[in-house]
């Protein structure tokens, strides 16, 4: 976890300042596989996140989409999306430091734990953490990631447009049908 959290400590000095990184290791040996940082906004990609990419990565390195016999150790638990890319691509195992609770307090989040991703799922997927949780939450009070926070579009306050965030609808309730909408 710490080298993970070093590696992503030093995106704070650069101009995309991000304090989200992944890092896969070979459970056994605890070889490095690959590693990534977030690059959402780098990449214009709202998937760009660390997990996603470090996964991405190490299926090309290995030219397969299979990661059983890794471990994923992630500098904050991960979203659902990306707990969800874990579970396909088999890890053994899930180590988050920051949770998402604590990202959440900083950035819009999905509210929904890793642990409670992997419990719904066929695949098994071990989640630890938080596991040396105040160092990772050092990368999200930095001074240089507080002031990249206020930059970004998706602040929690409001949406991009500054309309306040839509309600959540209750479960079973269908949404009005809007002009626009259409049946594909």
Same mark, same amino acid.
């Given at each position: 976890m710490r080298e993970i959290y070093e590696f992503t400590a030093r995106t704070?000095?650069?101009?995309?300042?991000?304090?989200?990184?992944?890092?896969?290791?070979?459970?056994r040996s605890g070889e490095r596989l690959?590693?990534?940082?977030? =690059? !959402? @906004?780098?990449?214009?990609?709202?998937?760009?996140?660390?997990? +996603?990419? =470090? !996964? @991405?990565?190490?299926?090309k390195k290995l030219k397969r989409i299979n +990661?059983?016999?890794?471990?994923?150790?992630?500098?904050?638990e991960p979203c659902p999306m990306c707990m969800a890319n874990a579970l396909w691509a088999r890890l053994d195992r899930v180590v988050f430091g920051a949770t998402i609770a604590d990202a959440n307090r900083h950035c819009l989040q999905i509210l929904v734990p890793a642990e409670e991703v992997s419990g719904r799922a066929d695949m098994r997927t071990i989640v630890d953490g938080p596991v040396l949780r105040g160092l990772c939450n050092a990368l999200f009070t930095h001074p240089n990631m507080q002031r990249a926070f206020r930059t970004w579009t998706g602040k929690k306050a409001e949406t991009a447009?500054?309309?306040?965030?839509?309600?959540?609808?209750?479960?079973?309730?269908?949404r009005a049908r809007t002009p626009g909408?259409?049946?594909i």
């Open positions: 704070l000095q650069t101009k995309h300042p991000v304090p989200f990184g992944a890092l896969i290791v070979n459970t690959m590693r990534a940082t977030n =690059a !959402v @906004r780098r990449e214009n990609d709202p998937s760009s996140h660390a997990e +996603l990419r =470090a !996964v @991405r990565l190490a299926c +990661l059983a016999g890794f471990t994923m150790y992630s500098t904050c447009t500054g309309e306040k965030p839509a309600r959540r609808m209750r479960a079973g309730a269908k909408d259409e049946t």
